[in-house]
């Protein structure tokens, strides 16, 4: 019998789409039809809350893969408003694979709420922000999951502390990440999943893994780890301008760590026999007899 739950892929489309709904359509569909995910991701910010004035009038640090002159303009260009989310969700749902967003201020959690996705993700660069976790706490029902990229040991345990006191620690999924695009493999730190599992295991509902690493043999050894649900960044082509394309996997990447994933799932048992039926007919024809 296999104990390991059913991997997980989310396709983290993020802002690869450039700002365009054809592509952000095509995404979808190559991750439904071609990679055989079973989620895509997107990114939701309000912008103007999200950044200071000074962060949101500054130049963009790396002008080749901006899309506006100033950083506020650069992330303008880029964010598709709840109408546009909307239709995204339901181009999902027509094509039965699950929609989902990452939040990054409040505003954009209660309009992302508003549509009632299946889970809500909240990245590590805004898992301290208890505002926006207290309300989808008390106001949306679905899974919240959340990274903890760039967060300590002590954090990540208020984080789920804070959950278990809301009474929602069970609609709760931690992943194990490494801030960083992309991760050279000596930081990914895929031990840090067994951590999570001995402290959390039986505290929230699963474990994830969100990685920004190159390759996909990384996301394989997390899910053997125990992670079932397993995220990267996709994009059609990693040349593209912007700055997740290069840590991003390709179509067949995606397609190949869905195949994979599916394998290794189907792998992980005992012997239901000590000879299997497919061993026997070796064993008849080339076990050594004794005289």
């Known amino acids: 019998m296999n104990n390991y739950k059913k991997p997980f892929v989310i396709a983290e489309i993020g802002c690869n789409h450039k700002g365009d709904m054809v592509i952000a359509k095509e995404l979808i569909r190559i991750a439904k039809i071609f990679c055989n995910s079973d ?6 910010r309000n ?35 709840l109408q546009q989310h909307a239709e995204l969700k339901e181009y999902c749902e027509d094509l039965g694979i699950v929609y989902s967003t990452s939040v990054w201020d409040t505003t954009s959690a209660k309009e992302i709420a508003s549509l009632n996705p299946d889970f809500i993700k909240i990245p590590s660069a805004c898992n301290n922000n208890f505002e926006m976790i207290d309300w989808l706490c008390d106001n949306y029902k679905g899974e919240i999951h959340i990274s903890t990229g760039m967060t300590t040991k002590d954090e990540t345990s208020n984080l789920v502390d ?5 009474g929602r620690n069970k609609d709760l999924v931690i992943y194990n990440c490494t801030s960083g695009y992309p991760v050279p493999f000596e930081d990914v730190c895929l031990l840090d999943i067994k951590l999570l599992i001995d402290k959390y295991a039986d505290k929230v509902k699963s474990i994830g893994f969100s990685g920004h690493h190159l390759g996909i043999a990384v996301d394989i050894a997390a899910y053997t780890l125990g992670a079932n649900i397993i995220e990267r960044h996709y994009t059609l082509d990693r040349t593209w301008k912007g700055t997740d394309h290069a840590a991003s996997l390709e179509p067949e990447g995606v397609r190949k760590l869905s195949r994979d994933l599916k394998a290794v799932y189907k792998a992980l048992t005992f012997k239901s026999q ?18």
């Open 47 to 81: 912008n103007k809350e999200l950044l200071t004035v000074e962060q949101y009038n500054k130049p963009h640090p790396n002008p080749s893969n901006s899309y506006g002159e100033t950083y506020g303009a650069h992330r303008e260009f880029l964010e598709f408003n």
């Open 274 to 291: 000590d000879i299997l039926p497919i061993e026997q007919v070796q064993r008849d024809k080339l076990k050594y007899r004794n005289a």
């Open 39 to 44: 989620a895509v991701k997107f990114q939701k």
């Open 162 to 166: 804070f959950f278990v006191n809301k």
